[in-house]
């Protein structure tokens, strides 16, 4: 089979001998595969990712000194079945999977690791157990996006978005308009997107952003056309004053059990909820220092360089900080029906498809934000130029 292999960052299409599938795996013709930031990264900084991924318990992250196939972001057809497996599908049917093969009991990292290459290839191999059918005869190039949109999903549901909140999505890139996406899907009434480029502001407002600001001319934090009651610490205090004056009028109650109730059901006053989707650094300490007090700070974005961060003003301000990684097979399988019954669509993030020959000169293009956000790899065809 042809494929793209990167090695010490340069890449190279070579024709790679057929993978054939082990115990409950099967073998799929790629049909469409995403390039990811995460692949951008991985070309310059995998020794560290790797470095990072051993410190955290996988220790078979890509080094820059093997020979690696990239592409977690993939849809194809069913080609052959391995040992062990209960042939759900017939061959050419349409699925996606999880990234992700089981060698034994060690998990491998799917177009991250060099035991387990991945789809930027004619070809690619995935754990039967975390595969799906593609549904509603699904275009590919909107299947291929299941991936990155289910990271958008995850996030999403990890913010515990309330509808009648307000949701800032700090960075428009791919990620970032994914979960732009998601938070409308979900029935998020407002969200205010923030973004440099205006190219990626257009595609915020195409994606359903409700407010959509460049941060070099208008905070996001004004933006929003509902304006918060807590806007520093001096309304969280008086907020307090107010809710003891009005309990303390409540005859043969005591306000005490009121609150006990609302700390049981989790309810209160409450800030924003933002998610950081840029990942350099010194964004996120910008982020803590001007998000109203009580927000949750959703980080999505990875900085791969050591930051700074204030934890006295995220305290003051008793802004909750949560990060996030990947999804569940549960999400995977909701955002692909999502997508098939076009509840979310995915299409203005797709700017640009290219052959195994243009994977170079995609990286390089994605390189700026003016153009591209999400390009995809056709392994049949010859466009070694990106093209719609």
């Not at 078979?60 to 069913?78: A, C």
Request: hydrophobic share 40%; aromatic share 6%.
């Amino acid at each position: 089979m042809r494929a793209v292999v990167l090695t010490k960052g340069e890449f190279r299409v070579e024709d790679l001998p057929t993978p054939t599938p082990g115990p409950g795996q099967l073998l799929v013709n790629v049909t469409r595969c995403g390039i990811c930031g995460s692949d951008l990264h991985a070309r310059v900084h995998c020794d560290d990712l790797a470095d990072l991924a051993a410190a955290t318990g996988y220790d078979n992250f890509m080094r820059s000194d093997q020979n690696i196939v990239l592409g977690h972001e993939f849809t194809g057809e069913v080609l052959e079945y391995g040992p062990g497996t209960r042939r759900r599908w017939k061959t050419g049917t349409p699925v996606v999977a999880l990234p992700i093969l089981r060698h034994g009991r060690v998990p491998e990292l799917t177009g991250l690791s060099a035991a387990a290459p991945g789809g930027y290839a004619e070809q690619v191999l995935v754990q039967e157990a975390m595969t799906f059918e593609v549904p509603n005869g699904l275009a590919p190039d909107l299947a291929a996006l299941t991936e990155p949109m289910a990271v958008g999903w995850h996030a999403v549901r990890r913010g515990r978005v309330g509808r009648n909140q307000t949701a800032f999505v700090i960075g428009c890139g791919p990620i970032g308009l994914a979960v732009i996406s998601m938070l409308k899907a979900s029935g998020v009434r407002t969200v205010v997107a923030s973004d440099f480029s205006p190219r990626r502001r257009e595609l915020a407002t195409r994606c359903g952003a409700d407010v959509v600001v460049d941060p070099g001319v208008e905070s996001p934090w004004q933006a929003t056309p509902k304006k918060s009651r807590i806007n520093g610490a001096a309304d969280i205090l008086n907020l307090g004053f107010d809710a003891m004056e009005r309990l303390r009028r409540i005859p043969n109650v005591p306000w005490w059990y009121l609150f006990r109730l609302a700390h049981t059901l989790n309810q209160g006053p409450s800030g924003p909820v933002v998610f950081e989707c840029v990942g350099v650094p010194g964004i996120l300490d910008q982020i803590l220092s001007a998000a109203p007090p009580m927000s949750r700070v959703v980080v999505v974005g990875v900085c791969m360089q050591p930051d700074t961060i204030h934890p006295a003003t995220a305290i003051n301000k008793e802004i909750d900080l949560r990060f996030v990684l990947g999804y569940d097979p549960g999400e995977f399988r909701d955002t692909l029906h999502m997508i098939a019954d076009g509840k979310v669509d995915p299409s203005p993030l797709i700017t640009g498809t290219v052959g195994l020959a243009g994977v170079d000169a995609a990286f390089a293009a994605l390189g700026s934000p003016e153009q591209h956000a999400k390009v995809l790899i056709d392994p049949r065809s010859p466009a070694v130029t990106l093209g719609r």
